[in-house]
Nanobody, 115 residues
Framework: QVQLVESGGGLVQPGGSLRLSCAAS????????MSWYRQAPGKERELVGT????????NYADSVKGRFTISRDNAENTVFLLMNSLKPEDTAVYYC????????WGHGTQVTVSS
């Protein structure tokens, strides 16, 4: 079965960086675009960004553009989210996703940006 397992979250100071990982299994990883979403307390889940199957193209939410980078390693069945210049408003649970809202989700990893 499809499994997505996120890791790498934690507490970081404003301006800091974190790299999230999502290990995928149960499907042909290289055949699917992958996405990261996030959900802050009291807010709806929002798309952070998406990467194509080969990694040749990515798109990002305006709120993270220029600060976050999605990448993938198809040999390792892993997708990454590198987050730089973190702000308190980036605090959220971050989810790995295949297939959009009606697709497959990981359990999420908490990112807290606070001094």
């Amino acid at each position: 079965q499809v499994q997505l397992v996120e890791s790498g979250g934690g507490l970081v100071q404003p301006g800091g960086s974190l790299r999230l990982s999502c290990a995928a299994s149960g499907f042909t990883f290289s055949s699917y675009p992958m996405s990261w979403y996030r959900q802050a307390p009291g807010k709806e889940r929002e798309l952070v960004g998406t990467i194509t199957t080969t990694g040749s193209s990515r798109n990002y939410a305006d709120s993270v553009k220029g600060r976050f980078t999605i990448s993938r390693d198809n040999a390792e069945n892993t997708v990454f989210l590198l987050m730089n210049s973190l702000k308190p408003e980036d605090t959220a649970v971050y989810y790995c996703n295949r297939g959009g809202y009606y697709g497959y989700w990981g359990h999420g990893t908490q990112v807290t940006v606070s001094s």
